[in-house]
């Protein structure tokens, strides 16, 4: 119980799960005085118990402690499980805090909660702040990408302290105000849709090796560490080279040969494709990446569909290995530039309905470190941003135009060899037709519009003249003006 004339803290932590735990001690190390509480008080002791010694933490059981043991105004991070439990702990906050304090949902939750909280909240004069936050239990610890939304006061109060505790690159922090209400969230859901589609990519490159070049797990480990060393430089490349070096140590195989070829999700993929759709943004990276997660799950369907045809004979692996690893090298960062460059297009499309102004190139800016993204990539998109911040797309800048652009036979090569061997390489595969879609001259879509004129009277516009046009197909098929 803290009573009157007893230290206060800084910033208070409810939820000391994986993410609420490695804050608050991220916090503590960083000088600040911390308030933990947990919903069961057994969290809350196990951290002290075994990190009380970081810093200085105070400790409370019930949520009037809790609220009663910070200075103010009161700042108060939820780090509980998105959706109904957060809006739960939101409500006996408010019931105790006063106007001017500060509530942070760091949780991974909806852009559309967050609007919708952060008008009730304001309702009551309290500032909610929706927090994205990413970096895992590592980056929690020692040093996370922080994208808080919300009024811009109180990042004035906020700023400095969670900039204290996020990653730095080439000392800048890696946390930035992204803008208003439901801003910091949305970013964040769409920095986890590029994770899917960075995943997604990354292990169909593992696939290829493995099933159109027959290489041995270790091997492909090998591989990853070495692109790690180069344009592909990120922590999902390191990892992944971690992840495949790992035996396992009651079976003596690889580990990945031995857990369960179905990709779990927590919704924030989905979130972003929903949302994608709405937006009119064709998402397509993550989409297929959803889509893949998906189709792995669908055990007993993939079961029954085992003895398909393959219908690949006389299909060759490539003669050259190291060439075709070249390819799908290439493939892969062609790919991931269309990936993000279709993330980024998302956010100024929600930026623009929304009325966030979000900045690209900060954003790149504070996903360069702390983040599951991060990567030597996002310092070439922030240049990018920095030297034309009207950019109609992120592929058209000229870093990434000549990137794809010396990638393209190869990534053709992958495909056309992924395909004929009866690899499946969805993103791959669609990203090099978003890429072969945007360039065209003409697409199909003068026919869909032929179509639609012709069973529903839809109209369509004509290259030569403007006004809409409807062909009277049913008549003598004159066309007359709309
Ligand atoms: N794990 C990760 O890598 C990342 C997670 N996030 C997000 O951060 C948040 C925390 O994630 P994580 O640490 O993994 O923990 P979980 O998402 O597993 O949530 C567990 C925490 O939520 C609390 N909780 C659950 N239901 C309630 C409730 N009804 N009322 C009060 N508290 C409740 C639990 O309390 P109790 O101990 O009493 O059960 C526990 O502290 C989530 O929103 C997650 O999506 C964001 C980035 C990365
Ligand atoms: O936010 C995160 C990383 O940035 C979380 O780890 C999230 O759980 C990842 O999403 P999913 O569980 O759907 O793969």
């Not at 911390?34 to 002791?45: C, G, P, Y």
């Not at 929690?140 to 969670?162: D, H, K, Q, R, V």
């Not at 799950?297 to 219908?311: I, K, P, Y």
Request: aromatic fraction near 8%.
């Amino acid at each position: 119980m803290v009573e009157t004339g007893q230290r206060l803290a800084q910033i208070g932590v409810t939820g000391l799960a994986v993410m609420g735990s490695n804050i608050a001690r991220n916090f503590a190390r960083h000088g600040h005085t911390v308030a933990l509480h947990n919903r069961s008080i057994a969290k809350t002791d196990a951290l002290i118990e075994a990190h009380g010694d970081e810093g200085d933490f105070i400790r409370t059981e019930t949520m009037e402690e809790f609220v009663g043991a910070l200075e103010r105004p009161r700042r108060v991070l939820i780090m509980v499980k998105a959706g109904d439990p957060t809006d739960a702990v939101i409500e006996e906050l408010a019931n105790l805090m006063e106007p001017g304090d500060i509530i942070i949902d760091g949780g991974n939750s909806l852009y559309t909660d967050t609007i919708r909280r952060e008008a009730a909240m304001a309702a009551r004069n309290l500032n909610f702040v929706g927090a994205g936050i990413s970096g895992g239990e590592e980056g929690a610890l020692n040093g996370p990408s922080i994208m808080p939304g919300g009024p811009a006061e109180s990042y004035e109060s906020l700023g400095p302290l969670l900039e204290s505790i996020s990653a730095h690159v080439d000392g800048v922090p890696c946390c930035t105000h992204i803008g208003p209400d439901g801003s910091g969230h949305f970013v964040k859901m769409v920095h986890n849709g590029i994770e899917y589609a960075d995943m997604q990519l990354i292990g169909e490159a593992y696939d290829l090796m493995r099933n159109v070049l027959g290489m041995e797990v270790a091997e492909i480990a090998d591989v990853f560490r070495e692109w790690n060393t180069g344009t592909l430089d990120s922590y999902l490349i390191e990892i992944t080279a971690e992840v495949l070096s790992q035996v396992d140590a009651e079976t003596g195989k690889p580990l990945v040969d031995v857990i369960v070829d179905a990709a779990g999700q927590k919704g924030t993929g989905r979130w972003t494709v929903k949302s994608a759709l709405d937006l009119g943004i064709p998402t397509t990276g993550i989409a297929e990446a959803v889509f893949a997660r998906a189709l792995s799950s669908s055990t007993s369907q993939r079961e029954s569909a085992r003895g398909l045809v393959a219908g690949t004979t006389g299909a060759q692996a490539p003669a050259d290995k190291a060439a075709f690893v070249e390819d799908i090298r290439k493939a892969l960062y062609a790919s991931k530039v269309v990936a993000y460059s279709q993330g980024f297009d998302q956010i100024a499309a929600g930026s623009a309905e929304y009325g966030w102004s979000v900045d690209p190139g900060k954003l790149a800016t504070i996903w360069r470190g702390g983040c599951i993204i991060r990567a030597k990539f996002l310092d070439r998109i922030r240049e990018a941003y920095a030297e034309n911040p009207e950019l109609p797309a992120l592929l058209l800048a000229p870093y990434f135009r000549d990137a794809v652009e010396d990638s393209v036979e190869s990534w053709r090569r992958v495909i056309v060899t992924a395909t004929a061997m009866g690899v499946p390489v969805p993103a791959f595969a669609s990203s090099l037709s978003y890429y072969d879609a945007l360039r065209a001259e003409r697409l199909p879509a003068a026919l869909t519009q032929g179509l639609r004129d012709y069973f529903g009277a839809h109209t369509y516009l004509r290259v030569d003249k403007p006004g809409s046009f409807h062909t009277l197909w049913s008549g003598d098929r004159s066309e007359v003006e709309a």
